[in-house]
């Protein structure tokens, strides 16, 4: 059982590069979200989706973009690599509620934009 | 919307000792609370959540959380720590309304010595 699995690990750009960093899951879940980390700010939504076809944006979306064709799949695209956008981005996913199993995070894209 | 604050953002400890971590929110809805654990290099993992009930939650790892609703705090408390606890510790909040939706803290670094 694999869990929530990041490709790739690491990735350098140029600005003005675009971009897809992968998510994919494999415990049928169905929420999905992307967050970014930065130091000193924590965590911070991106994207999220709660089912196949859904998404919607979170705290921090411009310059990103997502779609949710499978369950399992939630890649996050980068369409014009700026250095603001250097950070670690977690994908995450759930059942559905946090009432229900923890959210589980993959481990995370190390991005630089140059 | 909610926030959190992380009131500290560096927690020197030596091993066995006791370690408090503070963690404070605003809300004008209910709310859920957790607290997660990173490791270095590693995604983040649940070490407790508050749904509701007993204000006073038990987690993994020997740690335990108290809510109070009051002073809108959910302090992470660890009697006793080890090297192993060496980590940034996330605390989250989410609306009982939009239970998938996160909002986490800034961030404490937890640094064990010897």
């Known amino acids: 059982n694999a869990g929530v699995t990041q490709t790739p690990k690491f990735q350098v750009l140029k600005t003005g590069q675009s971009m897809t960093l992968q998510c994919a899951q494999d415990?049928?879940?169905?929420?999905m979200s992307w967050y970014r980390q930065d130091p000193g700010m924590g965590l911070r939504l991106i994207h999220y989706s709660v089912g196949a076809g859904i998404t919607d944006q979170g705290e921090v979306p411009n310059g990103y973009n997502v779609s949710r064709s499978t369950t399992e799949d939630f890649p996050l695209r980068l369409l014009s690599a700026a250095p603001s956008q250097t950070s670690v981005y977690f994908c995450?996913?759930?059942?559905?509620?946090?009432?229900?199993?923890?959210?589980?995070f993959g481990n995370g894209t190390r991005l630089t934009v140059t | 919307a909610q926030s959190v604050t992380q009131l500290d953002s560096q927690v020197p400890v030596f091993e066995e000792a006791p370690v408090e971590l503070r963690c404070n929110y605003s809300?004008?809805?209910?709310?859920?609370l957790f607290w997660y654990v990173q490791y270095p290099n590693q995604g983040l993992q649940l070490l407790l959540k508050y749904l509701s009930g007993s204000t006073l939650v038990k987690g993994i790892n020997g740690f335990e959380a108290e809510f109070n609703k009051s002073q809108t705090s959910f302090h992470l408390r660890k009697p006793s720590v080890h090297i192993s606890d060496t980590a940034e510790y996330f605390c989250?909040?989410?609306?009982?309304?939009?239970?998938?939706?996160?909002?986490f803290g800034a961030g404490t670094t937890v640094t064990v010595r010897a």
């Open positions: 809300s004008s809805v209910s709310v859920y």
């Open positions: 989250a909040v989410s609306e009982v309304s939009n239970d998938y939706k996160l909002s």
């Open positions: 995450a996913s759930s059942q559905g509620s946090v009432l229900g199993p923890p959210l589980h």
């Open positions: 415990m049928n879940h169905e929420y």
